[in-house]
């Protein structure tokens, strides 16, 4: 049947050659991640996902959990958004296997030490109290994992994000719905208490297009009131 072949997608393979994982999407249908050794002696399949990435040590893969096609079927025909997107990520060193829900995208440091993954805004069901931010869209949780410790911590309302190239420090921009502590801030991966320190915050600040000098660990932003 013509709709069962699959299209192979979004080829990736670990910076030591040891792992490839690739999307198998078919025309209908629900797509998989196929990650394999680069021995041949070892493959795992990730049901449901889609875009795979490689952490630089070889040792996760995430991807991003597609919505199953029936629900996008339903979603479609009462013409409302629906179910969302996920996340799976995968330890190759054991085949353990972890779902996220409500995940939009997602991010590894260079030194593979951490994940961070962005959720999806909640859809409010009823009328929301009057914001104070003006036209400002406001920002969603960001989870921040350790993957050597499986600790997470979160951040409210971040509307964009940005980590330096020696995975020390996280810029981001935090964009609150009542508007009392917009503005820049970053975080110290270091510090065990992660601790938030402002750059530029003001109740009607605005933040954003976070950029990492790679030479000097220099961060430069657009910022305002």
């Known amino acids: 049947d013509i709709m069962k072949v699959q299209q192979l997608k979004s080829p990736s393979i670990s910076e030591d050659g040891k792992w490839v994982s690739v999307a198998a999407v078919p025309d209908r249908g629900d797509p998989s991640i196929l990650v394999y050794s680069s021995d041949g002696k070892i493959q795992y399949e990730l049901v449901g996902g889609n875009n795979p990435v490689i952490s630089n040590d070889g040792l996760w893969v995430a991807a991003i959990k597609a919505v199953p096609a029936s629900e996008l079927l339903v979603s479609e025909q009462k013409k409302n958004k629906g179910s969302k997107t996920g996340m799976l990520l995968l330890n190759t060193s054991n085949r353990e296997t972890r779902e996220f829900e409500n995940v939009k995208s997602f991010t590894f440091s260079n030194n593979s030490k951490w994940l961070f993954f962005q959720h999806h805004g909640q859809q409010a069901e009823k009328k929301e109290p009057e914001k104070k931010n003006g036209t400002l869209q406001p920002g969603t949780t960001l989870t921040l994992m350790n993957l050597e410790e499986g600790s997470q911590d979160t951040l409210p309302f971040v509307s964009s994000y940005a980590l330096d ?15 009392l502590e917009n503005g820049a801030y970053y975080i110290e991966l270091s510090d065990p ?14 933040a954003g297009e976070l950029l990492w000098n790679k030479q000097t660990g220099q961060l430069a932003f657009l910022a305002g009131l």
């Not at 190239?165 to 508007?179: C, K």
């Not at 992660?194 to 009607?204: E, H, I, K, N």
């Open 193 to 206: 208490s992660l601790a938030s320190v402002p750059l530029y915050a003001d109740s009607s600040a605005w």
């Open 165 to 179: 190239s020696i995975s020390q420090n996280l810029a981001y921009v935090l964009t609150d719905t009542t508007a």
